[in-house]
């Protein structure tokens, strides 16, 4: 099957939803638009907006309409949606009076109960690169945003959105997947990473932090191991670590100690990903790593880099 994302970001996350893009799908599209034969919840993804699963599609929306003819609906009752195209193609059809009239010449001819106001299936119709596609639409919840609302947070540490974008970076296909989070200050990435249903833990060498960071987990619902523990005296294994390295005045690490958090990081896990504010190539390299994608991502003068490691 065949699944059609639509994507929205800040000029200043670009680089970050392309390195998503790429982790999730093994390639990017330079328009809002990208088409995949994997699956992946539209409400993942900061960036994401909405996913259409094709059911049927043609070059011409008359044929496209015969097809729709035969579709039957039980059991369930249904709503058309018009997907706009904010990519690079633009059409007659988009215009709003047009848009509406063609939902409802194909909501008319689906065989089952049409529900403008409370469906419990939604059909999304598009026209994407020269064809027209109907199929399931799911939109996209920005379950990032409901978490910027949590007991305590940090003004250096991640947003929830950079921090939801840089887990699906590092774990896009959850199942079966073991990962920590060493360094793991209020727990912004462990929120993120615990609504995605993903198995972490999380631990911080602070033992003044580490009340909060529970406190924020349980304010959503969630339960996840938070322990203090130095990533130096973890022997634990882990197939994933997400390390976003101190930085502020209250963290101040030496060359020496970052060495040994990177060092620590590549002992304990087989894919790391690193989130920093300065260069840390030639320590990674010394460390040992490969760098296999990375991305930037800004706010003001304010840069991080992600970093994907092997």
Known sequence: MAYIYTYACYEDERSLCALEMRSFFWEESQTSILE????IDPSRSPFIKERIAVIYEDHSLENLLKQVANFQVTGDTFKVYYVKNDGHEKIAEEGFENRRAIEKKIGLLIN??????HPKRVFGVMNVNGRWVFGDYVKSESIWFRHQQKPHSYSTALNTRV???VVNIAIPVTSGIKAIDPCCGIGTVLVEALSMGIDIVGSDRNPLVLGGTRENIAHFGFTGEVRLADI???TNQYDVAIIDLPYNLCSVISPEEQHE???SARRI????????V???DEALKKTGFCVMDRAFVKKGSFAREVIVCM
């Open 232 to 234: 130096r005296h973890i």
């Open 269 to 276: 896990a087989k894919k790391v990903v690193v989130v920093t």
């Open 278 to 280: 300065e260069p840390i």
């Open 112 to 117: 089952g109960v049409a529900d403008l106001h």
């Open 261 to 263: 958090i990177l060092q």
């Open 36 to 39: 995949s034969p994997i699956k």
């Open 163 to 165: 921090a939801r974008a």
